[in-house]
């Protein structure tokens, strides 16, 4: 698991490989994450957006941005954590995804990015 803390929003992320999946003729290797948001701030904070970029060892980067996560924006009042589970396919056994939220501090209403620590996607049969 790795972990960071960026201006006292904790983010967690836990991966797991699931197997390997054919799509379009073509052999994906499937990974899932965990993340865990956890507000160790004294204001009460909205996750509004994210931002990905995936790293895949046989691939250029790719870019993801969307609304929420998981289709949530959830707030977290201090000490709250909220936890989602998602999932990426990519085209080699070894990859990393890093990002980062964009959210408000309802306190004094700006907005700001929290990083999410970059983590290694690996199959097991793939690593040393």
């Known amino acids: 698991m790795v972990s960071q ?7 967690s992320v836990l991966t797991s490989f699931e197997g390997t999946y054919f ?14 948001i956890e ?3 004294k204001d009460s904070v909205q996750l509004n957006s994210r931002h990905w970029e995936i790293f895949d060892a046989l691939n250029d980067m790719e870019m993801v941005d969307g ?13 709250e954590t909220y936890t ?3 999932g990426c ?3 080699s ?13 309802f306190t004094s209403t700006r907005c700001f990015k929290v990083e999410i620590p970059a983590f290694k996607l ?6 040393n």
């Open 23 to 36: 799509k379009n003729y073509k052999i994906h290797y499937a990974f899932t994450y965990h993340v865990t």
């Open 5 to 11: 803390i960026t201006r006292g929003i904790k983010i």
């Open 93 to 105: 056994p070894i990859g990393a995804m890093k990002g980062h939220f964009n959210m408000v501090n």
């Open 84 to 86: 989602y589970s998602s």
């Open 122 to 127: 690996g199959a097991p049969f793939a690593l």
């Open 39 to 41: 507000n160790q701030s």
């Open 89 to 91: 396919l990519l085209s």
């Open 67 to 79: 609304e929420g996560v998981i289709g949530k924006k959830p707030v977290l009042k201090p000490g």
